[in-house]
């Protein structure tokens, strides 16, 4: 293996390996791709309070989210099509959150299905679903998560309609994926993900073919996804969802401060403070400034978490600071996944909780509950004066 130090280490290997259509899948956003730059750049305002000549020895990241233990409060966040990142890519990314004691959240529109990740690991994990208009399928995919004991369901309310993403129309990234001449002949260049692919039996949307009514092949999967997602979603039909799955239930794509009253209202037991990634409404405010009006609203209320733009331990660490209790990382492990499968997933988990924990202690703070405001230094008017 490669010395890899950062995350960027593992984005270059990541390149080199996987097809242009799903790099760019996974390194893109909409539109202007605003939102997808500042979800990072806006972290590197925030500055760290550095302390020193302060007891550092007996360091631990260990937490909870959502009531279970976690080796550090970071989930693998869930990615649609993981597995044409790397053959059976759930399942890899799975096993090495298992392994290393944080969530996995498995996506609806993830290429192994439920049932194969249960089958290959031995803890629960997390299961995401999207608001659909299909009753009847929503409560299959509710009952198919308690069968595989998921120990959390995470809804995903920020997809209603989908943000246009320039690169994955260029690439013909769609369900099923449209092939072209330039994407084949791309994809015949990376060899060791083409064997990879060729040696497993799970291409498809394996919690769609053959669950969603006439859905039987992949071909049928256009019209089906086309017609799937919920444009009159309120929050009335997520008090339905609610009540379709009686365990934890985190809500995901809160950017409001009213919004996040509501979902509090429908009875989450969490929110995710997200932007997609910076994948649906480009120009929005980046995760890491939305966090501080959505604690003021509701932060001593119910559990918050952050996802999108975490690249990094210090990432982790400033998110917390502001009063996260839980943190996502989606590109970073995906990079690992990619360029190294199931070890470079451990990869990412291991350079993310070495900054992390390496971090607080030059910070002078020994358990990652103990962190607060006091460990930053945060500009003036960072959250932004809007009228």
């Not at 759930?90 to 090495?96: T, V």
């Not at 910070?363 to 460990?375: I, T």
Request: hydrophobic letters at 40%; aromatic letters at 6%; a neutral charge.
């Amino acid at each position: 293996m490669p010395t890899i130090t950062n995350i960027n280490d593992l984005k270059r290997i990541y390149e080199n390996r996987v097809p242009r259509m799903f790099y760019d899948y996974a390194e893109s956003g909409s539109w202007t791709e605003q939102t997808f730059r500042e979800n990072t750049t806006d972290f590197d305002q925030i500055r760290l309070r550095q302390r020193v000549a302060i007891d550092m020895t007996g360091r631990s990241t260990a937490g909870q989210m959502i009531g279970q233990d976690v080796s550090m409060p970071v989930a693998l966040a869930p990615v649609g099509l993981t597995g044409m990142q790397h053959a059976d890519g759930e399942i890899k990314a799975a096993r090495a959150a298992e392994n290393f004691g944080v969530p996995y959240t498995l996506s609806t529109m993830s290429i192994c299905s439920i049932e194969d990740v249960a089958e290959h690991t031995t803890k629960p994990f997390w299961m995401q679903v999207y608001t659909l208009r299909d009753d009847d399928f929503m409560r299959r995919l509710f009952d198919r998560a308690r069968d595989a004991k998921c120990s959390a369901a995470v809804i995903t309310v920020d997809l209603q309609l989908l943000g246009q993403r320039h690169k994955d129309l260029k690439n013909g990234l769609s369900a099923p994926p449209k092939l072209t001449v330039k994407s084949v002949s791309n994809m015949m260049t990376k060899v060791r993900w083409g064997l990879g692919m060729l040696g497993t039996k799970r291409r498809f949307f394996g919690n769609i073919v053959g669950h969603a009514s006439g859905v039987t092949d992949p071909s049928s999967l256009t019209t089906w996804t086309a017609q799937a997602f919920d444009q009159s979603l309120d929050w009335d039909r997520i008090r339905e969802f609610r009540k379709m799955w009686d365990g934890p239930l985190i809500i995901k794509g809160i950017l409001d401060a009213e919004d996040a009253k509501q979902a509090l209202n429908v009875g989450a037991d969490a929110i995710i403070v997200s932007n997609h990634g910076g994948r649906q409404l480009d120009g929005a405010l980046s995760a890491i400034k939305s966090l501080p009006a959505i604690m003021d609203a509701v932060g001593d209320k119910i559990e918050v978490h952050l996802d999108s733009g975490i690249r990094s331990g210090q990432d982790v660490l400033k998110a917390l600071s502001m009063g996260a209790k839980g943190t996502y990382i989606g590109r970073a492990y995906i990079y690992g996944l990619g360029a190294m499968g199931e070890a470079g997933v451990t990869k990412s988990l291991e350079v993310i909780h070495k900054e992390l924990e390496t971090s607080m202690g030059l910070c002078g703070v020994r358990k990652v509950d103990d962190l607060s405001r006091d460990n930053l230094l945060v500009p003036e008017g960072f959250e932004g004066r809007w009228s």
